[in-house]
Antibody, heavy 122, light 108 residues
Framework: QVQLVQSGAEVKKPGSSVKVSCKAS????????VSWVRQAPGQGLEWMGG????????HYAQNFQARVRITTDESTTTAYMDLYNLRSEDTAVYYC???????????????WGQGTLVTVSS | SFVLTQPPSVSVAPGKTARITCGGN??????VHWYQQKPGQAPVLVIY???DRPSGIPERFSGSNSGNTATLTIIRVEAGDEADYYC???????????FGGGTKLTVL
């Protein structure tokens, strides 16, 4: 059964960037998509974007289009999320999740990584 | 863009039935998925494709979807069911993932 293991917590300065990794153990992202979802303190889930195989290129939510980059390395079964030009409002827990696909339609997320806390503070 | 509306909170006594709704324009035409999130933990899939249950999820959890409302139903509620619950769809018009705002289930 696949498990997603994320990199550890980060503390960053405003204006800097962060790279969070997500390694799939016991499985791969092949034939699935991978997405990143964040959760600010006390708030709900917010989709940032992801890689969906049939789209060909990464697909990003409008709110993050200009500041996020999502990639995968199939040789190491690892997905990465880069977020640039960080601000205090980016302080959140960032989750990766494997996205299931049915007949070219993205459907449910399962499993999820354990989450990575990114704190942005001067 | 497509909006999913959930009640912020639902309270239920142990042993009773909890119903958590997720409203959206003609949501019955979409495939709805539900996640449970306990404090300090990652979300866990509890219902997929409107009404299917992943292995390991108790039969007490069920889902339905029709018209403008999808519903997660938990029968014989236990203290361990206390958590935040989120609904999720894929919006084909925008090619975006949409989450509901989440519902906090409190077991009295």
């Amino acid at each position: 059964q696949v498990q997603l293991v994320q990199s550890g917590a980060e503390v960053k300065k405003p204006g800097s960037s962060v790279k969070v990794s997500c390694k799939a153990s016991g499985g791969t992202f092949s034939n699935y998509g991978v997405s990143w979802v964040r959760q600010a303190p006390g708030q709900g889930l917010e989709w940032m974007g992801g890689i969906i195989p049939f789209f060909g290129t990464p697909h990003y939510a409008q709110n993050f289009q200009a500041r996020v980059r999502i990639t995968t390395d199939e040789s190491t079964t690892t997905a990465y999320m880069d977020l640039y030009n960080l601000r205090s409002e980016d302080t959140a827990v960032y989750y990766c999740a494997r996205l299931h696909i049915l007949a070219t339609i993205p459907v449910w997320f399962d499993p999820w990584g354990q989450g990575t806390l990114v704190t942005v503070s001067s | 863009s497509f909006v999913l509306t959930q009640p912020p909170s639902v309270s239920v006594a142990p042993g009773k039935t909890a119903r958590i709704t997720c409203g959206g324009n003609n949501i019955g035409s979409k495939s709805v998925h539900w996640y449970q999130q306990k404090p300090g933990q990652a979300p866990v899939l509890v219902i997929y494709s409107n009404s299917d249950r992943p292995s390991g999820i108790p039969e007490r959890f069920s889902g339905s979807n029709s018209g403008n409302t999808a519903t997660l139903t938990i029968i014989r509620v236990e203290a361990g069911d206390e958590a935040d619950y989120y609904c999720h769809v894929w919006d084909r018009s925008s090619d975006h993932v949409i989450f509901g705002g989440g519902t906090k289930l409190t077991v009295l």
